[in-house]
């Protein structure tokens, strides 16, 4: 595994997620000066179109990145490459609709956003690894590539399809033996659950014990990484010896055990989004925005610590904010100067890599008003111009860095069954409700 080559590199990589394909004019020379000018080190790229690496079933379209490549090695840029397999194409969804995950038993996802697929099923993995097996093998001996993030914020969904659900009656059967033990460690007797037989076991919609629901919440975790490591194995196939393999992680995500995914990989790597303007104010003590952006100083730290926690080692932050982040209901663009507290808060627990995304803001789609080191209008401003700041300040301080352990006085002990049981059973309420986020108060 190449953990050295991504957590104790000789530097600190500071880069963007670079998007050229949604560009619409060619503009990847100007981008690339820019960055340069900026400081900045290393592009992620490719992990979002699955639809343009393979616009068709077998029909693959490889060469649009090379450009690309060339142009950021001839700048000293690198580059980490993305495995296309969270946004399924439209093709794949007709051909095979069986593949949608399910929230709730028998009630498919629609189609129309992205990860709305169950990533055990066989006729999407057989197709991803196809895509995978292209895209890696065409670039994994590309000079600029130093790395691979595989798949995309795993964990999103807990899928109730039957063939999932038929897996996990499976795993509890070996792991109890007979239905008797179950009945026994899970206290079945209660409300009249005792069951005689393993397919009397009821579907996970409408159950109450938490004994169940924690069984449950570990398997569905288990099954992503069972997913990442899958494909990890299939990049170390392509992958050189100076090369790592990481996935970048919302640690918010339901489905998602972070040390045991990790433990598939050389590198953690995290997407730490935070509430700015007066959110970052030390002294303030304001409510999150949503679930996966964090407020206050203390949120923004927990979220690198636990970054860091994953492997005990020093981490990559694959994305994080460079303007307003989320819809439009959520525009709070970070005031003069927050980014670069951000950015040095972060190295400061241990980040060995900070990359924003992204470059440009878009011109269109779901993350239009997620705004990008260069807003809609592409004309660099007062965000690109405190970026470039950050990118002069790591490239004088990233060489002093090599070996950085971040210190602590307090030790934390952070347990995801204990996050799972608590939000199964709140012991907090949040607007007169159960509050499921009460572990993380």
């Not at 109890?176 to 397919?199: F, K, M, P, Q």
């Not at 990481?246 to 509430?275: H, S």
């Not at 400061?348 to 260069?374: D, I, Q």
Request: with cysteine.
């Amino acid at each position: 595994m190449a953990t050295s080559a991504a957590s104790e590199r000789p530097d600190v990589l500071f880069g963007v997620a670079y998007y050229p394909e949604y560009h619409r004019t060619d503009r990847t020379v100007e981008d690339l000066d820019l960055m340069v000018e900026a400081d900045i080190t290393v592009i992620r790229v490719g992990e979002s179109v699955w639809s343009t690496w393979e616009p068709r079933d077998g029909e693959f379209d490889l060469e649009w990145l090379a450009p690309v490549l060339d142009a950021a090695h001839e700048r000293g840029i690198r580059v980490v490459l993305g495995t296309p397999t969270y946004a399924v194409p439209p093709w794949l969804q007709v051909a095979h609709p069986e593949i949608a995950a399910e929230r709730r038993s028998g009630e498919p996802i629609p189609w129309g956003a992205r990860q709305e697929v169950d990533y055990t099923h066989p006729a999407f993995l057989f197709h991803a690894e196809r895509v995978i097996r292209k895209v890696v093998g065409r670039y994994a001996t590309h000079p600029a590539v130093i790395g691979f993030q595989v798949d995309n914020e795993p964990g999103l969904e807990l899928f109730h399809n039957h063939g999932v659900f038929t897996r996990f009656v499976r795993h509890l059967a070996a792991e109890y033996g007979d239905v008797e033990t179950l009945n026994r460690e899970w206290g079945l007797t209660y409300w009249s659950h005792r069951i005689a037989e393993w397919d009397e076991l009821w579907r996970p919609d409408g159950n109450t014990f938490p004994q169940y629901d924690l069984a449950w919440r570990r398997f569905q975790a288990a099954l992503t990484t069972e997913f990442i490591g899958w494909q990890a194995s299939i990049v170390r196939e392509y992958a050189r010896d100076d090369q790592f393999v990481t996935t970048c992680l919302a640690y918010v995500r339901p489905g998602l055990d972070d040390r045991t995914v990790n433990e598939q990989l050389d590198v953690a790597a995290a997407n730490p989004y935070y509430g700015a303007q007066d959110r970052l104010d030390l002294a303030a003590e304001l409510p999150a925005a949503n679930s996966w952006v964090s407020s206050g100083v203390v949120g923004l730290m927990r979220q690198a610590d636990r970054a860091y926690s994953s492997k005990q080692a020093r981490f990559l932050v694959t994305e994080t904010n460079a303007q307003a982040i989320g819809d439009p209901a959520h525009n709070f663009p970070p005031y003069p100067g927050q980014l670069t507290q951000a950015a040095l808060a972060l190295v400061s627990r241990g980040a060995a890599m900070v990359e924003y995304w992204h470059w440009h803001t878009l011109p269109y789609g779901a993350e239009t008003y997620w705004g990008g080191v260069l807003p809609h209008s592409l004309v660099p401003g007062r965000v690109y111009r405190e970026v470039a700041g950050i990118g002069a300040t790591l490239a004088t301080i990233g060489h002093d860095l090599t070996g950085y352990t971040p210190d602590a006085d307090v030790l934390l002990l952070w347990s995801n069954p204990s996050r799972y049981a608590l939000q199964f059973s709140p012991p907090f309420t949040t607007g007169g409700h159960p509050d499921p986020a009460a572990f993380e108060r």
